[in-house]
């Protein structure tokens, strides 16, 4: 348990238990004193909204479980031994805790990084000059390209841009690429953006446009300079050898030998000398052994030139490279200036504000600012800090957190980190591993002494999984870490210690491929992949049990087309997209022709959307499409409407475009299979139309750019094999993995180096390949950028493995491309090194322990053969009445209660998941059904109610029925107010705005028992009376 002024770290390896480690110091704080308000003093910062709610849950399920006794005899014996405290106290001090953090919501603080910083940003939002009701724009992407296209309206206006602009399309040609750079740019605007660019983008950020005009004038300059010497010293070098009458025969080497590196370079070709010519260099043997006597002695009399010229030329080719690869970015970077000035002009006049940006706001305005300040401006002044997954912190991130930490430690309060280096996977995105590993060996001495512990012991996999990734990072480490404080983790955050689960399969088989064998290596993996599974199905597991991880949505894409084209059942990125889902797809087409209704292509794209769904029932679909798409509007959809497609409310005119596509769904009877991707997208048109213009025309360009990458979350209990990416795995563990490719070579990239020239100290290169290969000789400065860069990206490729590997709780297989020569670093190597000290070169496969399945199986589930209807439109403007009865104008407090019941219960028949309650009493606002005054009031009381221990779960992101008609077995037609499909089961909830009566609880029991008839076990049922107090009634 943390002490006063502690600061501690915990070095939490994979499947170490580090959440449950962290809620539990948590808890120890909570109960501490006994004061139920000591949660408001909690800060926890985590990375990601999911691993936020996911503390808040595990915080508040521990709470719920100890008021109710129920504390495990480990959990028991802690709190004995750090807080001295009795059973009956536990369960007292969680109960006034509980209470208090669900009255007091907002003062709970777990939260991501970026939430805290909009907190402060909102705080200090007078001081930095900022409205104070700024919008958030989370997709960077979207402005940048924005802003990118604001600079092709200047062009007429500003030389020095439409200079550049010219340059780097004439550029682009030449390489056979697009003339168009506004992609270029956008593609690495948001990049440069990143956090740890910050610093290196501030210099560049106070440079005129003509400044950089001028410097790519000197860099062309030069370049033009160092070409016209390499000409004139190749052409004196080739002048002398043939001066002195010799021949390419008279040299070591021959056409090969070192004359060849002069004549290539007269061709065009410029590099540096062969290793043929090099050894020729380094071993002074300059003439071949056939030469005379006479021309041994004129080549030894040329050859101090020749060295000479040799070690002048490379010297040039390097800066020729440094200056070409200035060269071949400085046209975009001279852009960024200006990009970034049309970004603040977008961002203010549409008070909006990305939130990339909030760090470095942070960090160059309130880093200064004293704590307590800080503190007075948020409301609330916190004495314990815990961060998360303090491997992903950015070095930014840290220092505008340090400040409030320091101030902690300062007065006796607490930080706590928690992380794994060996799982930092996004340098890309700033994560900075080192910060992490620089604390626990204490390199520094801010903080005086900090408390390192590592949890060892691996409570997630079975022996065999942990013995194979014990043995192969150690392995991994000492051959292919050279950095020795990343080898130091390595080497001791595997050595876990095994849990009780004893068994498991490792599998590791290399691929190898004949020279004139017709089948690549796709080919072999996927067919040895498809036996696999197989085969872990016919041992007893269930495809829901297997997860296959890729690098890449490419290959992804390409497992998943061929696993179900051999009938497996698949749930993948590009099977969860909205835009992929074809009754989505048919409702962007009717969206479309909302557009235009005259258009001959939007009609014909409907009619093809709904043949492919089976809903246009005709004998002859051309000649029925051909009759009628080049009809009148009213025709088309009268024609529609005889074979019982009615979309004749299209003709109608409603407030909004979500009641207009929310009456489509109902019209065209969506699948029940499909109703959470149509459910989703009607999220999307609420949250659209609550900020923008509320047309179908809006709406589709919106789409366009943002609505590709709309997804549906993951379903649970669907019985098919998933595919994610690495990158997505994180966090997650599996019963079976595969990984099929492992070839995670380092890919070049884009990279800042030191030029130290002027103005310019810094300088982005978008590509470092070519001067990786003349490394050794570089500028020392540069050199060792290129040395660190390459490090960091090896490491960051061992780590994105090690997440992988350890993701598998039972079995995991591994597929290996063999090749004869590999890059300097491939895993693909790395993993036949391996393979070599366990079974020598010659064989294909490597494995520990059993194939058969060692876990329990699962409770057989009872078959659900329920049956959802189809959605239905209803207006709900209609639910709402304003008496206009005088007697009804002064009745009584009890009927003012149940019209404010009557409110909350129409605003509730519309939210699906927490997330859209804003959403809709917006749009209720605007309406006019809820006056403004009564927004706050009900958005406080309805955040209150979803956010109770007892009901937070049903209106989590899980699949929801609202307002569903449903018939019983009897025939009887009913309607719950809400069924919630989660992980602890099926939840029906009831709203009522009368009185208490045991009709409601009659009501609720006949309601399970007509579910019970459709398969469908209700866990959890509350009736939910509503006034202006709430009361929550559990129905067992």
């Given at each position: 348990m943390l002490q006063s002024g502690e600061f501690k770290i915990y070095s939490a390896s994979a499947g170490t238990g580090k959440t449950y480690t962290l809620v539990q110091e948590i808890m120890h704080l909570l109960l501490q004193k006994n004061n139920s308000k000591s949660f408001s003093q909690i800060l926890a910062i985590t990375f990601t909204n999911k691993a936020a709610n996911e503390m808040k849950e595990r915080i508040l399920q521990k709470l719920d479980e100890w008021r109710n006794g129920k504390i495990s005899p480990p959990e028991l014996e802690s709190i004995k031994q750090h807080l001295n405290l009795s059973e009956k106290e536990i369960q007292e001090r969680s109960q006034a805790v509980l209470s208090d953090i669900l009255h007091n919501y907002s003062l709970f603080a777990v939260s991501t990084i970026d939430t805290f910083n909009l907190r402060l940003m909102r705080a200090f939002a007078t001081d930095l000059g900022l409205s104070s009701n700024f919008d958030v724009e989370l997709d960077t992407s979207q402005l940048m390209g924005e802003a990118v296209d604001l600079l092709y309206a200047d062009l007429d206006k500003n030389q020095h841009l439409s200079k550049i602009i010219s340059h780097a399309a004439t550029e682009n040609l030449a390489r056979d690429k697009s003339w168009d750079i506004s992609q270029e740019l956008k593609d690495n605007a948001a990049h440069l953006y990143a956090d740890h660019f910050l610093e290196y983008m501030k210099e560049i950020g106070q440079l005129e446009l003509r400044d950089l005009v001028k410097f790519r004038a000197k860099i062309i300059a030069e370049i033009d300079e160092i070409q016209k010497f390499l000409t004139e010293k190749c052409e004196e070098i080739k002048n002398l050898v043939e001066a002195e009458g010799l021949e390419p025969k008279d040299f070591r080497g021959g056409s090969r030998g070192i004359l060849s590196f002069f004549t290539k370079i007269l061709k065009g070709k410029i590099e540096f000398p062969t290793k043929t010519q090099s050894e020729i260099l380094e071993n002074h043997q300059f003439a071949s052994a056939s030469a005379t006597a006479e021309a041994v002695a004129k080549i030894e009399k040329i050859f101090p030139t020749i060295e000479a010229a040799v070690a002048q030329i490379k010297s040039k080719i390097v800066r020729l490279q440094v200056c070409n690869s200035v060269n071949g970015s400085i046209n975009t970077m001279s852009l960024y200036n200006e990009i970034e000035k049309n970004l603040n002009q977008i961002e203010q006049e549409g008070n909006v504000m990305l939130i990339s940006e909030f760090n470095k706001i942070i960090n160059e305005n309130l880093q200064s600012q004293p704590t307590p300040f800080i503190y007075e401006k948020i409301g609330t002044k916190y004495r314990h800090y815990f961060i998360d997954e303090f491997q992903d912190t950015s070095s930014i991130q840290w220092s505008n957190l340090q400040p409030l930490v320091e101030n902690a430690l300062a007065q006796g309060d607490t930080l706590m980190l928690v992380g794994d280096p060996k799982q930092s996977i996004y340098r890309f995105r700033g994560g900075n591993p080192d910060l992490m590993i620089g604390?626990?060996?204490?390199?520094?001495?801010?903080?005086?002494?900090?408390?390192?512990?590592?949890?060892?012991?691996?409570?997630?996999?079975?022996?065999?999984?942990?013995?194979?990734?014990?043995?192969?990072?150690?392995?991994?480490?000492?051959?292919?870490?050279?950095?020795?404080?990343?080898?130091?983790?390595?080497?001791?955050?595997?050595?876990?210690?095994?849990?009780?689960?004893?068994?498991?399969?490792?599998?590791?088989?290399?691929?190898?491929?004949?020279?004139?064998?017709?089948?690549?290596?796709?080919?072999?993996?996927?067919?040895?992949?498809?036996?696999?599974?197989?085969?872990?199905?016919?041992?007893?597991?269930?495809?829901?049990?297997?997860?296959?991880?890729?690098?890449?949505?490419?290959?992804?894409?390409?497992?998943?087309?061929?696993?179900?084209?051999?009938?497996?059942?698949?749930?993948?990125?590009?099977?969860?997209?909205?835009?992929?889902?074809?009754?989505?797809?048919?409702?962007?087409?009717?969206?479309?022709?909302?557009?235009?209704?005259?258009?001959?292509?939007?009609?014909?794209?409907?009619?093809?959307?709904?043949?492919?769904?089976?809903?246009?029932?005709?004998?002859?679909?051309?000649?029925?499409?051909?009759?009628?798409?080049?009809?009148?509007?009213?025709?088309?959809?009268?024609?529609?409407?005889?074979?019982?497609?009615?979309?004749?409310?299209?003709?109608?005119?409603?407030?909004?475009?979500?009641?207009?596509?929310?009456?489509?769904?109902?019209?065209?009877?969506?699948?029940?299979?499909?109703?959470?991707?149509?459910?989703?997208?009607?999220?999307?048109?609420?949250?659209?139309?609550?900020?923008?213009?509320?047309?179908?025309?809006?709406?589709?360009?919106?789409?366009?750019?943002?609505?590709?990458?709309?997804?549906?979350?993951?379903?649970?209990?669907?019985?098919?094999?998933?595919?994610?990416?690495?990158?997505?795995?994180?966090?997650?563990?599996?019963?079976?993995?595969?990984?099929?490719?492992?070839?995670?070579?380092?890919?070049?990239?884009?990279?800042?180096?030191?030029?130290?020239?002027?103005?310019?100290?810094?300088?982005?290169?978008?590509?470092?390949?070519?001067?990786?290969?003349?490394?050794?000789?570089?500028?020392?400065?540069?050199?060792?950028?290129?040395?660190?860069?390459?490090?960091?990206?090896?490491?960051?490729?061992?780590?994105?493995?090690?997440?992988?590997?350890?993701?598998?709780?039972?079995?995991?297989?591994?597929?290996?491309?063999?090749?004869?020569?590999?890059?300097?670093?491939?895993?693909?190597?790395?993993?036949?090194?391996?393979?070599?000290?366990?079974?020598?070169?010659?064989?294909?496969?490597?494995?520990?322990?059993?194939?058969?399945?060692?876990?329990?199986?699962?409770?057989?589930?009872?078959?659900?053969?329920?049956?959802?209807?189809?959605?239905?439109?209803?207006?709900?403007?209609?639910?709402?009445?304003?008496?206009?009865?005088?007697?009804?104008?002064?009745?009584?407090?009890?009927?003012?209660?149940?019209?404010?019941?009557?409110?909350?219960?129409?605003?509730?028949?519309?939210?699906?998941h927490k997330q859209e309650v804003q959403a809709v009493l917006e749009d209720y606002t605007r309406n006019g059904l809820i006056a403004p005054q009564e927004k706050e009031i009900l958005q406080a009381q309805i955040q209150q109610l979803l956010n109770r221990a007892e009901l937070k779960e049903a209106y989590e992101n899980h699949t929801v029925f609202n307002e569903r008609d449903f018939i019983s077995k009897s025939g009887k037609i009913f309607r719950p107010d809400r069924l919630a499909q989660t992980p602890k089961g099926w939840y029906l909830i009831d709203y009522k705005t009368g009185e208490e009566s045991p009709k409601n609880i009659a009501q609720i029991e006949e309601y399970k028992q007509f579910l019970a008839e459709l398969n469908i076990e209700i866990a959890h049922a509350y009736l939910v009376y509503l006034s202006s107090k709430i009361k929550i009634i559990e129905v067992d």
């Amino acid at each position: 348990m943390l002490q006063s002024g502690e600061f501690k770290i915990y070095s939490a390896s994979a499947g170490t238990g580090k959440t449950y480690t962290l809620v539990q110091e948590i808890m120890h704080l909570l109960l501490q004193k006994n004061n139920s308000k000591s949660f408001s003093q909690i800060l926890a910062i985590t990375f990601t909204n999911k691993a936020a709610n996911e503390m808040k849950e595990r915080i508040l399920q521990k709470l719920d479980e100890w008021r109710n006794g129920k504390i495990s005899p480990p959990e028991l014996e802690s709190i004995k031994q750090h807080l001295n405290l009795s059973e009956k106290e536990i369960q007292e001090r969680s109960q006034a805790v509980l209470s208090d953090i669900l009255h007091n919501y907002s003062l709970f603080a777990v939260s991501t990084i970026d939430t805290f910083n909009l907190r402060l940003m909102r705080a200090f939002a007078t001081d930095l000059g900022l409205s104070s009701n700024f919008d958030v724009e989370l997709d960077t992407s979207q402005l940048m390209g924005e802003a990118v296209d604001l600079l092709y309206a200047d062009l007429d206006k500003n030389q020095h841009l439409s200079k550049i602009i010219s340059h780097a399309a004439t550029e682009n040609l030449a390489r056979d690429k697009s003339w168009d750079i506004s992609q270029e740019l956008k593609d690495n605007a948001a990049h440069l953006y990143a956090d740890h660019f910050l610093e290196y983008m501030k210099e560049i950020g106070q440079l005129e446009l003509r400044d950089l005009v001028k410097f790519r004038a000197k860099i062309i300059a030069e370049i033009d300079e160092i070409q016209k010497f390499l000409t004139e010293k190749c052409e004196e070098i080739k002048n002398l050898v043939e001066a002195e009458g010799l021949e390419p025969k008279d040299f070591r080497g021959g056409s090969r030998g070192i004359l060849s590196f002069f004549t290539k370079i007269l061709k065009g070709k410029i590099e540096f000398p062969t290793k043929t010519q090099s050894e020729i260099l380094e071993n002074h043997q300059f003439a071949s052994a056939s030469a005379t006597a006479e021309a041994v002695a004129k080549i030894e009399k040329i050859f101090p030139t020749i060295e000479a010229a040799v070690a002048q030329i490379k010297s040039k080719i390097v800066r020729l490279q440094v200056c070409n690869s200035v060269n071949g970015s400085i046209n975009t970077m001279s852009l960024y200036n200006e990009i970034e000035k049309n970004l603040n002009q977008i961002e203010q006049e549409g008070n909006v504000m990305l939130i990339s940006e909030f760090n470095k706001i942070i960090n160059e305005n309130l880093q200064s600012q004293p704590t307590p300040f800080i503190y007075e401006k948020i409301g609330t002044k916190y004495r314990h800090y815990f961060i998360d997954e303090f491997q992903d912190t950015s070095s930014i991130q840290w220092s505008n957190l340090q400040p409030l930490v320091e101030n902690a430690l300062a007065q006796g309060d607490t930080l706590m980190l928690v992380g794994d280096p060996k799982q930092s996977i996004y340098r890309f995105r700033g994560g900075n591993p080192d910060l992490m590993i620089g604390l626990i060996n204490q390199e520094k001495q801010d903080f005086g002494n900090i408390s390192v512990e590592n949890l060892d012991k691996n409570w997630r996999s079975y022996d065999q999984i942990i013995a194979f990734n014990n043995d192969f990072y150690t392995f991994v480490a000492n051959q292919f870490i050279p950095n020795q404080n990343f080898q130091n983790i390595y080497l001791q955050g595997n050595d876990q210690k095994i849990n009780d689960k004893k068994g498991g399969f490792v599998s590791i088989e290399r691929i190898v491929i004949e020279k004139d064998d017709p089948k690549n290596y796709n080919d072999y993996v996927l067919e040895n992949l498809l036996t696999k599974i197989e085969n872990c199905l016919q041992n007893g597991y269930e495809l829901r049990d297997l997860t296959i991880l890729v690098n890449t949505n490419k290959e992804g894409n390409l497992v998943a087309e061929y696993l179900q084209e051999n009938e497996i059942e698949v749930l993948s990125n590009e099977a969860l997209l909205l835009s992929n889902n074809p009754e989505i797809q048919l409702m962007l087409s009717v969206l479309r022709l909302i557009t235009d209704t005259e258009n001959q292509q939007f009609r014909a794209e409907i009619l093809l959307h709904l043949k492919r769904l089976h809903k246009l029932k005709v004998e002859d679909f051309t000649a029925f499409s051909l009759s009628i798409l080049r009809k009148p509007f009213a025709h088309f959809i009268k024609e529609l409407a005889k074979i019982s497609v009615d979309l004749s409310h299209l003709n109608e005119k409603m407030n909004s475009l979500y009641d207009q596509m929310e009456k489509t769904v109902s019209a065209l009877q969506i699948e029940a299979q499909n109703q959470e991707y149509i459910l989703n997208f009607l999220d999307e048109i609420l949250k659209f139309q609550t900020k923008n213009e509320s047309s179908a025309q809006a709406f589709i360009a919106y789409w366009e750019q943002r609505g590709e990458k709309k997804s549906i979350a993951v379903p649970s209990g669907v019985n098919a094999v998933k595919i994610m990416t690495i990158h997505k795995s994180k966090g997650l563990q599996f019963p079976v993995v595969f990984l099929p490719f492992t070839k995670l070579d380092v890919k070049d990239h884009g990279l800042w180096i030191p030029l130290g020239e002027g103005k310019f100290n810094h300088f982005y290169i978008k590509s470092s390949n070519a001067l990786k290969k003349l490394e050794e000789h570089l500028p020392q400065e540069i050199a060792q950028t290129i040395a660190q860069d390459a490090q960091e990206s090896e490491i960051d490729q061992i780590n994105k493995f090690y997440v992988a590997t350890t993701r598998a709780e039972e079995q995991l297989y591994i597929f290996i491309k063999t090749q004869k020569n590999y890059d300097s670093f491939s895993f693909s190597k790395i993993l036949n090194d391996y393979m070599n000290t366990k079974v020598g070169i010659s064989e294909t496969q490597y494995s520990i322990g059993s194939p058969e399945k060692v876990s329990a199986p699962k409770a057989e589930k009872k078959a659900e053969n329920t049956v959802f209807y189809p959605l239905k439109y209803s207006n709900w403007k209609e639910k709402i009445r304003i008496s206009s009865e005088h007697s009804k104008m002064w009745d009584t407090r009890q009927r003012a209660s149940q019209d404010y019941g009557k409110k909350i219960h129409a605003v509730l028949e519309r939210i699906r998941h927490k997330q859209e309650v804003q959403a809709v009493l917006e749009d209720y606002t605007r309406n006019g059904l809820i006056a403004p005054q009564e927004k706050e009031i009900l958005q406080a009381q309805i955040q209150q109610l979803l956010n109770r221990a007892e009901l937070k779960e049903a209106y989590e992101n899980h699949t929801v029925f609202n307002e569903r008609d449903f018939i019983s077995k009897s025939g009887k037609i009913f309607r719950p107010d809400r069924l919630a499909q989660t992980p602890k089961g099926w939840y029906l909830i009831d709203y009522k705005t009368g009185e208490e009566s045991p009709k409601n609880i009659a009501q609720i029991e006949e309601y399970k028992q007509f579910l019970a008839e459709l398969n469908i076990e209700i866990a959890h049922a509350y009736l939910v009376y509503l006034s202006s107090k709430i009361k929550i009634i559990e129905v067992d």
